[in-house]
């Protein structure tokens, strides 16, 4: 599901256009996260949902995937205007 939206993600990704919100960034740091943890994430998640943003008026998408040390992560992101991946918040799943 949404693997067309998830391949263009990743393409960006590698491509070193990722984007990160202050919110992101925020909580990267509470939860002991790295840049790195947030792309692995990407790279070997999947899609488990999709949601709409009523503030921007467009889809935003759960990644559930590993971090660098396997730990499960969830990163919500959309892809942006700028042609890069837009994460809006990034968090532990437990």
């Not at 998408?61 to 042609?83: F, Q």
């Amino acid at each position: 599901m949404f693997k067309k939206v998830l391949v263009e993600m990743r393409q960006r990704v590698r491509g070193g256009k990722m984007t990160l919100t202050l919110h992101a960034v925020d909580e990267m740091y509470d939860d002991e996260l790295l840049p790195s943890d947030l792309e692995h994430c990407i790279l070997f998640g999947e899609i488990n949902e999709r949601q709409w943003d009523e503030d921007w008026h467009e889809w935003k998408y759960v990644i559930e995937g590993p971090a660098t040390d396997d730990s499960p992560i969830e990163a919500v992101a959309k892809l942006g205007r700028d042609d890069d991946t837009v994460v809006i918040t990034v968090y532990r799943h437990f």
